[in-house]
């Protein structure tokens, strides 16, 4: 009776087992599903008006050449949303899309909260680019926010496709209490104009 009573402990205990490792691989696989479904806004949307500028943050270059990009905080969805767009190599910066601007962009962006700050879990991005192109377009990053140049991180980037990026980036000191937090995440790219190359450098 012992001997029985063992068994079917142990084979309880294995059915157990069983039941968190399958439960695992379901909540895994729920939590990929929803992070892949993180699909950006439309890119009107985020420089209409329309959004507000609660939870917003944003940033613009007047040098050549000049862009915009805006980023939306979603903290109850973790995950960021945003565009951007450049401006044709010599036109002055405008704080509304122009009609043909040198590139546009939107995307998003998971994140997760943990212990000491929040964790960076992928980057989509979709692209549209005029005739001309830009050489080197890549996501750069620095880990474990290094402000050190030397050991920022790039992944290439191919214009006109959209891409999803799997990052798994810490980001210690930083939550999105306040609505927003710095991703630390830039796009890169070597734009030539005239004979004389620009480094394109937006913040996302």
Request: hydrophobic fraction near 35%; include cysteine.
């Amino acid at each position: 009776m012992r001997h029985f009573t063992k068994r079917n402990i142990f084979k309880l205990s294995c059915l157990l087992g069983l039941l968190f490792a399958a439960g695992i691989i379901v909540w895994f696989a729920v939590s990929q599903k929803q992070l892949c479904n993180a699909a950006p806004l439309a890119f009107e949307q985020v420089f209409d008006g329309s959004l507000g500028t609660e939870n917003s943050r944003g940033s613009y270059g007047s040098p050549l050449p000049a862009f915009q990009s805006r980023s939306y905080y979603f903290p109850k969805n973790k995950v960021v949303k945003g565009a951007f767009y450049v401006m044709q190599p010599g036109e002055r910066y405008q704080d509304t899309p122009p009609e043909n601007p040198f590139v546009t962009g939107v995307y998003a962006y998971c994140y997760d909260r943990s212990q000491d700050g929040i964790v960076l879990q992928n980057f989509t991005l979709s692209t549209n680019v005029s005739d001309a192109g830009i050489e080197d377009f890549c996501l750069a990053f620095y880990e474990n926010n290094a402000e050190d140049a030397s050991v920022m991180q790039k992944i290439p980037l191919s214009l006109g496709d959209t891409v999803t990026l799997p990052l798994n980036i810490k980001r210690s000191g930083e939550n999105d209490l306040s609505g927003t937090f710095n991703s630390g995440l830039f796009l890169y790219g070597m734009i030539s104009y005239e004979g004389k190359d620009y480094q394109l450098r937006i913040q996302v």
